[in-house]
């Protein structure tokens, strides 16, 4: 059963583009929206985050915004540079039993041509 | 970077064999967690610890077991490998279980079983 579906799958857009990625979740417990960035032989690192009661949050050229009526939430790359081409994943948090556990989308690869 | 080692970062390895991964962490974090990455399924969640000999499953635990004996240990055993185990294996930490708590990732494990 998959919690947080992700799309695209991949993206290819020029250097200066605005790619977007787009999130939907299910479970309405989920109070922590995480996006990671993963580069090729690396392990995932977070990139920027949001809480539902905040509409949109921006760090940088990243942007989030949040839909919590819709249960959905994208991210938005301004400028996007070539050093930005990696794996991008949502994520939603919910509490488990003992922790916090993250229930990551498929993610998206997206590749920032010069 | 978080003070996390995985080892092996490589390892081939036959159909039935036990085999053990290590996670190492010199952050002194009470929770520890593994996942494994697979094309087109994203992270999913192995096993997670949240302290010393406290252990419990994610959404992928069969087949798999985990032990936590210090707080910078964290264990994960194919008790006996299968070809749908061949992953790359990415250990995660985190200071506090509780939401806006940034997971660090390990440099992940590739693990083939032939």
């Known amino acids: 059963q998959q919690q947080v579906k992700q799309s695209p799958q991949s993206l290819i857009v020029q250097k200066g583009g605005i790619p977007i990625i787009n999130c939907a979740y299910e479970?309405?417990?989920?109070?922590?929206f995480p996006w990671y960035q993963q580069f090729p032989g690396k392990g995932p690192a977070l990139l920027i985050a949001?809480?539902?009661?905040?509409s949109e949050k921006k760090e940088g050229r990243f942007t989030i915004s949040f839909n919590k009526s819709a249960k959905q939430f994208s991210l938005h790359i301004m400028d996007s540079q070539p050093g930005d081409s990696a794996t991008y994943f949502c994520?939603?948090?919910?509490?488990?039993?003992?922790?916090?556990?993250?229930?990551f989308g498929k993610g998206t690869k997206l590749s920032v041509i010069p | 970077d978080a003070g996390i080692t995985q080892s092996p970062r490589h390892k081939v390895t036959e159909t039935g064999t036990p085999v053990t991964l290590r996670c190492h962490q010199t952050?002194?974090?009470?929770?520890m967690y593994w996942y494994r990455q697979d094309p087109g399924h994203g992270l999913r969640l192995i096993h997670y610890?949240?302290?010393?000999?406290?252990?419990d499953k994610g959404e992928v635990s069969d087949g798999y077991s985990v032990s936590r004996s210090k707080t910078e240990d964290f264990l994960l055993t194919l008790e006996s490998a299968t070809s749908s185990q061949t992953s790359v294996y990415f250990c995660?930490?985190?200071?506090?279980?509780?939401?806006?708590?940034?997971?660090?990732f390990g440099q992940g494990t590739r693990l083939t079983v032939v």
């Open positions: 995660a930490i985190s200071e506090y279980g509780g939401p806006n708590t940034e997971a660090f």
């Open positions: 479970n309405t417990a989920f109070d922590y």
């Open positions: 949001i809480r539902p009661d905040v």
């Open positions: 994520a939603g948090s919910y509490s488990g039993a003992g922790s916090y556990q993250l229930t």
């Open positions: 952050e002194n974090h009470r929770y």
């Open positions: 610890s949240y302290g010393v000999k406290d252990t």
